[in-house]
């Protein structure tokens, strides 16, 4: 089985800070790799898909890039509704990696 | 857009069959290409994917939970279901019916999740 992980497991920073999460995979996927938002009490939303393709609607300083075993996601200026926390997932069995939480500082 | 809405009983006794069902609008669970997931959200660990079903009653799940589980779909009510045998409390969690455009393809529509309990 493919293993993701997240780091960091979570962060605190403010309002218009550029914001930087990895997902590192066990194996060699790709760039079968996929971000989700969850806000509180909400389902997860797709934000990106395949690595760093941003889904419609999405807005634009959200971003993702990387391939193989290294991804990264990167809000270029957070905003006070990205809080929540952010999933990595790949097609293996569909695994999502443990999560980062965000909140603002 | 696709919108998902699970119900089902929110408390399940131990040993028994938890059976979820998801209603479907905005499109048809028939359509070519359409695949109808489960994932659930243990309290305190991540997200666990159950399995989908495809459009033609294609199946395919989480060895981890393969005994167990069953998905099937029903075109006349525009819906898809979980039953999940024999659970425990370890099965306690927020389950989330989801759609993806393929086999390989990302959860691009969810719904809302309900929170199933299982406790005597």
């Known amino acids: 089985d493919i293993q993701l992980t997240q780091s960091p497991s979570s962060l605190s920073a403010s309002v218009g800070d550029r914001v930087t999460i990895t997902c590192q995979a066990s194996h060699d996927i790709s760039d079968y790799l996929n971000w989700y938002h969850q806000k509180p009490g909400a389902a997860p939303k797709l934000l990106i898909y395949d690595a760093s393709n941003l889904q419609t609607g999405v807005p634009s300083r959200f971003s993702g890039s990387g391939s193989g075993t290294d991804f990264t996601f990167t809000i270029s200026s957070l905003q006070p509704e990205d809080i929540g926390t952010y999933f990595c997932q790949q097609y293996d069995n569909f695994s999502f990696g443990p999560g980062t939480k965000v909140d603002i500082k | 857009q696709v919108q998902l809405q699970e119900s089902g009983p929110r408390l399940v006794k131990p040993s028994r069959t938890l059976s979820l069902t998801c209603t479907v609008s905005g499109a048809s669970i028939s359509s070519d290409g359409y695949y109808w997931s489960w994932i659930r959200h243990l309290p305190g660990k991540g997200l666990e994917w159950i399995g989908y079903i495809s459009n033609t009653g294609s199946t395919f799940y989480n060895p981890s939970l393969r005994s167990r589980i069953t998905l099937s779909l029903d075109s006349s009510k525009n819906q898809f279901s979980l039953s999940l045998r024999s659970v425990t409390a370890a099965d306690t969690a927020m389950y989330y019916c989801?759609?993806?455009?393929?086999?390989?393809?990302?959860?691009?529509?969810w719904g809302q999740g309900t929170l199933v309990t299982v406790s005597s």
């Open positions: 989801a759609s993806l455009k393929g086999d390989m393809a990302p959860f691009d529509y």
